[in-house]
C-alpha cells in the first residue's frame, strides 16, 4: 500500500508563496506520475500540476507560470513551489500518485493524499 504525505500549506499573502511537499512510501511499486490537484469550496477539484516520471510537466492553464513543480525520484517525493498567489488560488491542495505496484505482475493504482490548505488572504 502507497502512502502520501503533503506538507508546506499555510496562510499567505497575496503576493506570496509557499512550497507544498509530497512524499510517497510504500514496497513494491512504482511511479508513472504525481502531480498536485486543488479544489475549492464550491468548485470542481482541477489540475494543477503533474510530473511523470520521466521527468514531464503538465500545468492547469490557470498557472500562467507562477507554479513549478519539481520532483526528487530517489526521495519518491515531489514539489509545487507557488509564487505569486492569489486570493482566487485558495484551495485545499491534494497530492496525487499514479503507479503500479507488483503482484503477481504489474497492477496499475492511484493515490490520493489527505490535502493540504492553502489560504491566501490578506
Known amino acids: 500500500q502507497v502512502q502520501l504525505a503533503e506538507s508546506g500549506g499555510g496562510l499567505v499573502q497575496p503576493g506570496g508563496s509557499l512550497r507544498l511537499t509530497c512524499a510517497a512510501s510504500g514496497s513494491n511499486f512504482r511511479i508513472n506520475s504525481m502531480g498536485w490537484y486543488r479544489q475549492a469550496p464550491g468548485k470542481e477539484r482541477e489540475l494543477v500540476a503533474t510530473?511523470?516520471?520521466?521527468?514531464?510537466?503538465n500545468y492547469g492553464d490557470f498557472v500562467k507560470g507562477r507554479f513549478t513543480i519539481s520532483r526528487d525520484s530517489a526521495k519518491n517525493t515531489i514539489y509545487l513551489q507557488l509564487s505569486g498567489l492569489k486570493p482566487e488560488d485558495t484551495a485545499v491542495y491534494s497530492c496525487n500518485l499514479d503507479g503500479s505496484y507488483y503482484s503477481f505482475g504489474w497492477l496499475g493504482f492511484v493515490s490520493w493524499g489527505q490535502g493540504t490548505q492553502v489560504t491566501v488572504s490578506a
Open positions: 510530473v511523470t516520471e520521466g521527468g514531464g510537466t
